[in-house]
């Protein structure tokens, strides 16, 4: 369920899960998109959900959320307390969770958020993105996924599902569903409108959609 400080009306959007990398990338560009992320959706009053460091853009876009007034969520495991330095959770605003593995995390992560946005990231990045693009697939939610594509950071792997198209890997009616933007505002924009449509078709307002499969 999501935190009791992230509900709202149906329809509306109570928060979205942000995946990105621990580290800022070789562009101030990056910084700056995911500041705007942290900074838009504390003033649509969505909260964010993400992985808990205080470092690289996962630290810029809490860190800006915060700054304007939005509810944050970090989710860490205890063994990244230290690499990814996980900040004061007493401050104002901020929720953390401490979990034992990577699965619980992922999976915390799953049910609090009502969307999940992609920004440029590492290893770990890709994975939860692809993971959350694997369940819907699936069949196992209809949350809407977004990739923040700054300055084209996403297109390889644009090109590489393309091709798995054209050999046929992912054919009709089992593509991955996703949506893409090279803007920030653009991005949340469309995830808030996605939301909105995808709880309007649910059969009940406490979304009842089946739940992402455990760790395996």
Known sequence: MTSPDFRRPD????????????GAGASPQFTEAARLVGALLAQQGVGLVY????????GEVARSALAHGGRVTGIIPDFLIRREHMPDPAEAGRETVIVSDMHTRKRLMYERADAFLALPGGIGTLEELVEQMTWSQLGQ?????????TLGFWDPLFELLQHMRQ??????GLDASYMTATEPAEAIDALLAAIAVARA??????DDRPPAPGPF
């Open 11 to 22: 329809g509306e959007a109570r928060a979205i899960c942000v995946f990105c990398g621990s």
């Open 51 to 58: 992985g808990g460091g205080d470092i690289g853009l996962m």
């Open 141 to 149: 939610h209809t949350r809407p996924i977004m990739v923040l594509n």
């Open 167 to 172: 050999a046929m890997f992912l054919r009709p």
């Open 201 to 206: 078709a649910a059969p009940a307002p406490d």
